[in-house]
Structures are given as C-alpha cells and as structure tokens.
C-alpha cells in the first residue's frame, strides 16, 4: 500500500456491504486507515500481517486488496483474504489472478506451508474463487456467522503447498 492509497481504503473499509465478511462493527477513521498504511511497511514478522492492492493493469485502477493475516512464521501458515469492490470488475478474474499471483508469493517467497480462508457458506462466489485455485474445504462451522436475524455457517478452507 502507499500513502495515495488513503482515499480508496477509506471508501472500502467504510462501505458496509463489506463489514459481513471482515467483521467490520465501526468506520474507520481516516487517521487509523494513515496508521494502518504507514504501519505496512514494518516487518512482516512483526506486524503478523499485510496487504496488497489489486490494480487494472492498463490504466493502475485499483481494484481491490487482498490480505496475509495471522501469519505464524513457526507453523509457516497464514490466512488470505481478497475483496474486489466494485461488482461491476467482479467476475473477470481480477480476484483468480491475484490469488494465484498471491499464492506463488507466499509458498515461493515466505515458504509458508499452508494458506488458509474462511467463508460464508452462502457466498458461492468466492467459494468458487478459491476452490477453483487450489483451496479445499476441510470444515464446516456451524451457526458461526450472526447475520442481523439469526446465524449462519461458515467453511473453512485450505491449501497446502504443494513444494512442501
């Protein structure tokens, strides 16, 4: 992320289509989202996690982001998020190929073991998403999700390097 970032996560995070799936329960102030940027940077090993922006390649517009979390340098695992805002860039393998691109980073790079994802059971499409670069569904965790009106399920989902 860079500091030109700002104004785009600031719309992002603060958009509450999204706060279902990052359990988002407050907006976020701008001079958090400056913090969050600026603490990017830092050490990987001590920040425990990181983001990268997903940008059209023709023109630099960003797309979205996706995310390294809870990493564990020990068991050399860590969790992945992706979002794609606009639903109009959806659907055209942004998402697939920065997964894949991702994946590379972290198995070749960090030489993490495993990546792995949480997801709604009622979101198709990124169970898709995943399932279709390489992610397996190992579980399932029942009345996980409290949606306003009651609870839903949750998969859970991971890949392991295949190098390792």
Not at 23 to 38: A, E
């Amino acid at each position: 992320m860079e500091p030109e970032d700002l104004e785009v996560l600031y719309l992002w995070e603060n958009d509450p289509r999204h706060w279902k799936v990052s359990q988002t329960l407050i907006p976020f102030s701008k001079f958090t989202l400056k913090q969050f940027i600026k603490q990017s940077t830092n050490d990987l090993y001590t920040t425990r996690q990181f983001r990268l922006m997903i940008i059209r390649r023709n023109d630099d517009h960003p797309l979205g982001a996706i995310d390294l979390f809870d990493f564990d340098p020990y068991h050399k695992r860590g969790g992945v998020g992706i979002l794609i805002h606009d639903e109009n860039d959806r659907n055209k393998g942004y998402a697939s190929e920065a997964l894949q691109l991702f994946k590379e980073y972290c198995f070749g790079h960090l030489k993490l073991h495993q990546l792995y994802c949480h997801i709604a059971t009622d979101n198709q499409a990124s169970l898709r998403l995943f399932t279709g670069n390489g992610f397996t569904v190992i579980g399932e965790k029942k009345e996980w999700l409290f949606n306003g009106n009651g609870y839903s399920s949750e998969w859970m989902l991971q890949c392991i390097n295949p190098s390792s």
